[in-house]
T-cell receptor, first 119, second 113 residues
Framework: GAVVSQHPSWVICKSGTSVKIECRSLDFQATTMFWYRQFPKQSLMLMATSNEGSKATYEQGVEKDKFLINHASLTLSTLTVTSAHPEDSSFYIC???????????????FGEGSRLTVL | GESVGLHLPTLSVQEGDNSIINCAYSNSASDYFIWYKQESGKGPQFIIDIRSNMDKRQGQRVTVLLNKTVKHLSLQIAATQPGDSAVYFCAESPLRRGQNFVFGPGTRLSVLP
């Protein structure tokens, strides 16, 4: 199946620093990518929808100035956690849908996730 | 608000038995559902999907059942194996939100030897 790669898989940073997480679709083009956040023993919570060439759409309660999303190409979306604090520590997961798929249907391909630990 | 939820947060089954994981959803407008498996420290993996014009779909050792009348979704795993131990999420796609999916809280499946 299609592959979505995330990097880094684990990052530890000091409070106040910014961290960038990359999400790449390796063998398909993704018009839309999604960013999720998952706390331990909890479900995935959609943070934002990233559309290639346009501004991301953020879910209610997600600070767009804190979680910067850039979808510069059909194969790359980045999430930057700015001025990270310990409460931002979480598992961040991206997903993507092949642009050839029908809208609102079709399998989502997930990355392996990026674990952020803020000290 | 609308939500997708699961009846059982944990499920333990003997190796070789069949497993049934349940999911209730409340948005009657949802027309596409997916079951995902997530192993510890990894991203979700697609298991099987179903559209609202179907009530049953089978894959390899897995079957998804959809009951639109009571807004209930289930995942059946036949001859459960140790490798099936994971957290299972159902996800629905509400039409009005475009391509987004809403995930249920998850059920942890533990396979006992």
């Amino acid at each position: 199946g299609a592959v979505v790669s995330q990097h880094p898989s684990w990052v530890i940073c000091k409070s106040g620093t910014s961290v960038k997480i990359e999400c790449r679709s390796l063998d398909f083009q993704a018009t839309t990518m999604f960013w999720y956040r998952q706390f331990p023993k909890q479900s995935l919570m959609l943070m934002a929808t990233s559309n290639e060439g346009s501004k991301a759409t953020y879910e209610q309660g997600v600070e767009k100035d804190k979680f910067l999303i850039n979808h510069a190409s059909l194969t790359l979306s980045t999430l930057t956690v700015t001025s990270a604090h310990p409460e931002d520590s979480s598992f961040y997961i991206c997903s993507a849908r092949d642009k050839r798929g029908a809208a609102n249907t079709g399998e989502l391909f997930f990355g392996e996730g990026s674990r952020l630990t803020v000290l | 608000g609308e939500s997708v939820g699961l009846h059982l947060p944990t499920l333990s089954v003997q190796e070789g038995d069949n497993s049934i994981i349940n999911c209730a959803y409340s948005n009657s407008a949802s027309d596409y559902f997916i079951w995902y498996k997530q192993e510890s420290g990894k991203g979700p993996q697609f298991i099987i999907d179903i559209r609202s014009n179907m009530d049953k779909r089978q894959g390899q050792r897995v079957t998804v059942l959809l009951n639109k009348t009571v807004k209930h979704l289930s995942l059946q795993i036949a001859a459960t194996q140790p490798g099936d131990s994971a957290v299972y999420f159902c996800a629905e796609s509400p039409l009005r939100r475009g391509q987004n999916f809403v995930f249920g809280p998850g059920t942890r499946l533990s396979v006992l030897p």
